[in-house]
């Protein structure tokens, strides 16, 4: 089955303790993307991949780090969480692009809190 | 700066009727994607529709369809024979330039169908 596979779902942790969320296609995708989602703002884009070795900020990628070494895993790294944090965090995958645009596939969120 | 608007915070409608949800958009690239996402309450992302900015006919898909004004710079989605399970979060977003992966969402509406 296609799909977009993050880890974990839920997480509670604490300030300053370093967190990674990974996220998984096995779509061949070349293009992936992290967002997060809080109430009253929609997504906003914290980093996006078009290729291994590529990536490129968003709108929001302060506190964040990101790596794409392999087509397929693009992790999400929070070295040292803050409140501000707290937040729903989506991976979203696509092929490259062309004229006929294709859709991100979105992984099913991360709900991470920072106390 | 590209910017997406969604003016509507929520909306009501009744079952078996049309209802459309407002998307405007801000941009200064003349190649650009148009998307329509469903957010249920179990959260997922669903993609709906898809307008590309060179498009000259109005995107459609089964009950939804997009009413594309470029001029004006809006994409309004247009959800007819409303359904008690299109209750939900909806997003527009857009992609520019077409090729790549950075995308910008709007702030949502909440669409709630009562029978």
């Known amino acids: 089955e296609a799909q977009v596979t993050q880890n974990p779902r839920y997480l509670i942790t604490v300030t300053g303790k370093k967190l990674t969320v990974t996220c998984s296609q096995n779509?061949?995708?070349?293009?992936m993307s992290w967002y997060r989602q809080d109430p009253g703002l929609g997504l906003r884009q914290i980093y996006y991949?078009?290729?291994?070795?590529?990536?490129d900020k968003g709108d929001v990628p302060e506190g964040y780090k990101v790596s794409r070494k392999e087509k397929r895993n693009f992790p999400l790294i929070l070295e040292s969480p803050s409140p501000n944090q707290t937040s729903l965090y989506f991976c979203?995958?696509?092929?490259?692009?062309?004229?006929?645009?294709?859709?991100?596939?979105f992984g099913d969120g991360t709900r991470l809190s920072i106390l | 700066a590209q910017k997406i608007t969604q003016t509507q915070p929520g909306m009501f409608v009744q079952e078996k009727e049309a209802v459309t949800l407002d998307c405007t958009y801000d941009?200064?690239?003349?190649?650009?994607?148009l998307f329509w996402y469903k957010q249920p309450s179990s959260g997922e992302m669903i993609f709906l529709i898809y307008q590309g900015s060179y498009d000259e006919q109005n995107a459609t898909e089964g009950r939804y369809s997009l009413n594309f004004q470029k001029a004006r710079k809006s994409a309004n989605l247009v959800i007819s024979a409303s359904q008690l399970g299109d209750s939900a979060m909806y997003f527009c977003a857009m992609r520019e330039p077409y090729n790549t992966d950075k995308l910008i969402f709007g702030t949502g509406t909440r669409l709630q169908v009562f029978p």
């Open positions: 779509m061949n995708h070349e293009y």
């Open positions: 979203a995958s696509s092929p490259k692009q062309g004229y006929s645009n294709q859709p991100q596939h």
């Open positions: 941009t200064s690239d003349q190649s650009y994607g």
């Open positions: 991949s078009m290729n291994v070795e590529v990536t």
